[in-house]
Protein backbone atom coordinates (compact mmCIF):
# COMPACT_ATOMS: atom_id res chain seq x y z
CA UNK A 1 0.00 0.00 0.00
CA UNK A 2 1.37 3.26 -1.06
CA UNK A 3 1.37 6.77 0.92
CA UNK A 4 -1.46 7.94 -1.08
CA UNK A 5 -3.67 4.97 0.23
CA UNK A 6 -2.51 5.34 3.72
CA UNK A 7 -3.56 9.07 3.44
CA UNK A 8 -7.01 8.82 1.95
CA UNK A 9 -7.69 6.37 4.49
CA UNK A 10 -7.24 8.25 7.93
CA UNK A 11 -8.26 11.11 5.95
CA UNK A 12 -11.79 9.52 5.77
CA UNK A 13 -11.69 7.72 9.20
CA UNK A 14 -10.97 11.12 10.49
CA UNK A 15 -13.50 12.52 8.85
CA UNK A 16 -15.88 10.17 10.32
CA UNK A 17 -14.70 10.34 14.05
CA UNK A 18 -12.99 13.36 14.34
CA UNK A 19 -12.21 13.07 18.18
CA UNK A 20 -12.14 9.44 18.59
CA UNK A 21 -10.85 7.74 22.08
CA UNK A 22 -10.80 4.63 24.29
CA UNK A 23 -14.16 3.03 25.01
CA UNK A 24 -13.12 2.26 28.86
CA UNK A 25 -14.40 4.72 31.56
CA UNK A 26 -11.81 6.60 33.33
CA UNK A 27 -10.87 10.10 34.51
CA UNK A 28 -7.28 10.17 35.99
CA UNK A 29 -4.35 8.08 33.82
CA UNK A 30 -4.08 5.62 37.07
CA UNK A 31 -7.97 4.87 36.27
CA UNK A 32 -6.91 3.91 32.86
CA UNK A 33 -4.35 1.78 34.19
CA UNK A 34 -6.30 -0.29 35.73
CA UNK A 35 -8.84 -0.34 33.56
CA UNK A 36 -6.26 -1.72 30.37
CA UNK A 37 -4.83 -4.18 32.50
CA UNK A 38 -8.05 -5.65 33.30
CA UNK A 39 -9.06 -5.01 29.78
CA UNK A 40 -6.94 -8.22 28.83
CA UNK A 41 -8.71 -11.06 26.95
CA UNK A 42 -11.70 -8.76 28.26
CA UNK A 43 -14.39 -6.61 26.68
CA UNK A 44 -14.39 -2.82 27.21
CA UNK A 45 -18.08 -3.08 28.27
CA UNK A 46 -17.19 -5.51 30.66
CA UNK A 47 -14.32 -3.98 32.06
CA UNK A 48 -16.57 -0.61 32.62
CA UNK A 49 -19.07 -2.72 34.45
CA UNK A 50 -16.51 -4.11 37.24
CA UNK A 51 -14.87 -0.51 37.20
CA UNK A 52 -17.85 1.50 37.26
CA UNK A 53 -18.43 -0.48 40.66
CA UNK A 54 -14.75 -0.31 41.89
CA UNK A 55 -14.01 3.25 41.04
CA UNK A 56 -16.50 5.02 42.78
CA UNK A 57 -15.44 3.21 46.40
CA UNK A 58 -11.45 2.68 44.99
CA UNK A 59 -9.70 4.75 42.73
CA UNK A 60 -6.34 5.70 43.79
CA UNK A 61 -3.14 3.00 44.48
CA UNK A 62 -3.44 4.01 48.25
CA UNK A 63 -7.12 2.67 48.20
CA UNK A 64 -7.23 0.16 46.01
CA UNK A 65 -4.19 -1.37 47.71
CA UNK A 66 -5.56 -0.64 50.88
CA UNK A 67 -8.37 -3.27 49.76
CA UNK A 68 -6.04 -6.38 49.39
CA UNK A 69 -6.08 -8.98 46.64
CA UNK A 70 -9.43 -11.11 48.18
CA UNK A 71 -11.57 -7.75 48.32
CA UNK A 72 -10.61 -6.14 45.32
CA UNK A 73 -11.38 -9.89 43.38
CA UNK A 74 -15.10 -9.12 44.43
CA UNK A 75 -15.60 -6.03 42.59
CA UNK A 76 -13.54 -7.56 39.40
CA UNK A 77 -14.95 -11.40 38.87
CA UNK A 78 -16.96 -11.22 36.34
CA UNK A 79 -13.56 -10.36 34.56
CA UNK A 80 -11.79 -13.28 33.14
CA UNK A 81 -8.72 -13.91 34.52
CA UNK A 82 -9.50 -12.22 37.70
CA UNK A 83 -7.31 -13.88 39.90
CA UNK A 84 -3.93 -13.00 38.22
CA UNK A 85 -5.44 -9.44 37.50
CA UNK A 86 -6.04 -8.12 41.15
CA UNK A 87 -2.64 -9.97 42.11
CA UNK A 88 -0.95 -7.93 39.60
CA UNK A 89 -3.08 -4.56 40.46
CA UNK A 90 -2.20 -5.03 44.25
CA UNK A 91 1.22 -5.05 43.29
CA UNK A 92 1.23 -2.36 40.96
CA UNK A 93 -0.41 -0.07 43.61
CA UNK A 94 2.20 -1.14 46.40
CA UNK A 95 4.99 0.24 43.34
CA UNK A 96 2.95 3.16 42.60
CA UNK A 97 2.23 4.13 45.88
CA UNK A 98 6.42 3.39 47.14
CA UNK A 99 8.32 4.81 43.91
CA UNK A 100 6.24 6.69 41.93
CA UNK A 101 3.93 9.37 44.82
CA UNK A 102 1.39 7.44 43.38
CA UNK A 103 1.40 8.78 39.78
CA UNK A 104 1.68 6.82 36.76
CA UNK A 105 4.62 6.67 35.06
CA UNK A 106 5.01 8.34 31.67
CA UNK A 107 7.66 6.35 30.07
CA UNK A 108 7.80 2.87 28.71
CA UNK A 109 10.15 1.10 30.57
CA UNK A 110 8.61 2.06 33.76
CA UNK A 111 5.23 0.93 32.65
CA UNK A 112 6.58 -2.22 31.18
CA UNK A 113 8.14 -3.06 34.85
CA UNK A 114 4.66 -2.80 36.64
CA UNK A 115 3.36 -6.23 37.14
CA UNK A 116 0.20 -6.48 34.39
CA UNK A 117 1.37 -4.07 32.38
CA UNK A 118 2.99 -4.81 28.92
CA UNK A 119 4.14 -3.26 25.54
CA UNK A 120 0.43 -3.21 24.32
CA UNK A 121 -0.56 -1.68 27.78
CA UNK A 122 1.88 0.69 28.14
CA UNK A 123 1.16 1.83 24.77
CA UNK A 124 -2.33 2.70 25.26
CA UNK A 125 -1.73 4.85 28.65
CA UNK A 126 1.58 6.55 26.62
CA UNK A 127 -1.13 7.16 24.09
CA UNK A 128 -4.13 7.85 25.67
CA UNK A 129 -3.23 9.49 28.71
CA UNK A 130 -0.19 11.35 28.24
CA UNK A 131 -0.31 12.35 24.31
CA UNK A 132 2.36 10.49 23.14
CA UNK A 133 1.91 8.58 19.35
CA UNK A 134 2.59 5.56 20.25
CA UNK A 135 0.10 2.44 18.23
CA UNK A 136 -1.11 -0.96 20.75
CA UNK A 137 -1.34 -3.40 18.21
CA UNK A 138 -4.19 -5.39 19.57
CA UNK A 139 -6.41 -8.11 17.74
CA UNK A 140 -8.43 -5.83 15.88
CA UNK A 141 -5.44 -3.26 14.93
CA UNK A 142 -3.19 -6.90 14.00
CA UNK A 143 -6.52 -7.97 11.82
CA UNK A 144 -6.73 -4.79 10.16
CA UNK A 145 -3.62 -3.82 9.15
CA UNK A 146 -2.92 -6.94 7.60
CA UNK A 147 -6.52 -7.47 5.81
CA UNK A 148 -5.74 -3.74 4.10
CA UNK A 149 -2.08 -4.25 3.44
CA UNK A 150 -1.51 -1.05 5.50
CA UNK A 151 0.47 -2.17 7.66
CA UNK A 152 1.17 -7.00 6.77
CA UNK A 153 3.60 -8.68 9.80
CA UNK A 154 3.49 -11.76 11.34
CA UNK A 155 3.79 -10.51 14.87
CA UNK A 156 2.26 -7.69 16.84
CA UNK A 157 5.51 -5.68 17.46
CA UNK A 158 6.51 -6.36 13.10
CA UNK A 159 2.47 -4.53 12.59
CA UNK A 160 3.64 -1.38 15.23
CA UNK A 161 6.53 -0.86 13.83
CA UNK A 162 5.36 -0.81 10.13
CA UNK A 163 2.55 1.52 11.47
CA UNK A 164 4.35 3.78 13.42
CA UNK A 165 6.80 4.18 10.16
CA UNK A 166 3.83 4.56 7.63
CA UNK A 167 1.36 6.07 9.10
CA UNK A 168 1.58 10.11 8.38
CA UNK A 169 2.30 11.67 11.10
CA UNK A 170 -0.48 14.34 11.41
CA UNK A 171 -2.59 10.85 11.53
CA UNK A 172 -0.47 8.78 14.27
CA UNK A 173 -1.84 9.95 17.81
CA UNK A 174 -5.17 9.21 16.94
CA UNK A 175 -4.20 6.28 14.70
CA UNK A 176 -4.72 3.65 17.46
CA UNK A 177 -8.37 4.69 18.49
CA UNK A 178 -9.64 4.81 14.82
CA UNK A 179 -8.41 1.17 14.02
CA UNK A 180 -9.48 -0.36 17.13
CA UNK A 181 -12.82 1.07 16.57
CA UNK A 182 -12.91 0.14 12.65
CA UNK A 183 -11.66 -3.42 13.86
CA UNK A 184 -14.52 -3.55 16.53
CA UNK A 185 -17.54 -2.27 14.37
CA UNK A 186 -16.51 -2.94 10.66
CA UNK A 187 -13.64 -4.92 9.61
CA UNK A 188 -15.00 -7.94 11.95
CA UNK A 189 -12.85 -11.17 12.38
CA UNK A 190 -15.58 -13.75 10.99
CA UNK A 191 -16.93 -10.88 8.45
CA UNK A 192 -16.00 -7.88 7.47
CA UNK A 193 -18.55 -5.36 6.49
CA UNK A 194 -17.14 -4.37 3.46
CA UNK A 195 -20.33 -3.05 1.96
CA UNK A 196 -20.57 -0.33 4.92
CA UNK A 197 -16.88 0.55 5.04
CA UNK A 198 -15.89 4.41 4.27
CA UNK A 199 -12.43 3.15 3.20
CA UNK A 200 -13.33 0.30 1.25
CA UNK A 201 -12.23 1.25 -2.43
CA UNK A 202 -8.83 1.92 -0.42
CA UNK A 203 -8.14 -1.45 1.01
CA UNK A 204 -6.30 -4.17 -0.39
CA UNK A 205 -7.70 -7.33 1.06
CA UNK A 206 -8.68 -9.55 -1.82
CA UNK A 207 -11.63 -10.97 -0.16
CA UNK A 208 -13.79 -7.91 0.15
CA UNK A 209 -17.60 -9.19 1.68
CA UNK A 210 -19.33 -7.06 -0.73
CA UNK A 211 -23.10 -6.28 0.82
Known sequence: MNKQKRTEIFERLRAEN???TTELNYTSPFELLI???LSAQATDKGVNKATDR???IANTPTAIHALG????KQYIKTIGLFN???ANIIKTCAILKDRYNSEVPQDRESLEALPGVGRKTANVILNTAFGQPTIAVDTHIFRVSNRTKMAPGKTVLEVE???IKFIPEEFKLDAHHWLI????YVCVARKPRCG???IEDQCEYKQKAIE
Open 69 to 72: VDRL
Open 161 to 163: RKL
Open 181 to 184: LHGR
Open 18 to 20: PHP
Open 84 to 86: GKA
Open 196 to 198: ACV
Open 54 to 56: LYP
Open 35 to 37: AVI
